[in-house]
């Protein structure tokens, strides 16, 4: 499985970016999958997660109300949409599948290629 993000950049605060997320070895319909964010000297964080087989999303408090996750089904992508971007949401942003448990969304593979939002105040 290879996991691929991108979409990243420089944004003002205020700004919109759109990620999106290739998918290889894997279908994104038959998965559950979640965007996780990484600021620097930071844990890697939840952000949004999106359940197979149905169109349920789940946010992170931080992110509610300005990012949405959807899933393009056809073209085996997910993409994150952020809007009123701030300075606090600078971090490498990475895909992967996720599974829910106890609470949690927990990835199903190795890490691929996250990409970089740097919000500037």
């Known amino acids: 499985v290879q996991l691929q993000a991108s979409g990243g950049g420089l944004v003002q605060a205020g700004g919109s970016l759109r990620l999106s997320c290739s998918a290889s070895?894997?279908?994104?319909?038959?998965?559950?999958m979640g965007w996780f964010r990484q600021a620097p000297g930071k844990e890697r964080e939840f952000v949004a997660a999106?359940?197979?087989?149905?169109?349920?999303?789940y946010y992170a408090d931080s992110v509610k109300g300005r990012f949405t996750i959807s899933r393009d089904n056809a073209n085996n992508r997910v993409y994150l949409q952020m809007n009123a971007l701030r300075p606090e949401d600078t971090a490498v942003y990475s895909c992967n599948a996720v599974r829910a448990a106890g609470g949690s969304y927990w990835v199903m593979y190795a890490w691929g290629k996250g990409t970089q939002v740097t919000v500037s105040s």
């Open positions: 070895g894997l279908t994104v319909s038959s998965h559950g």
């Open positions: 999106m359940r197979k087989g149905t169109v349920s999303t």
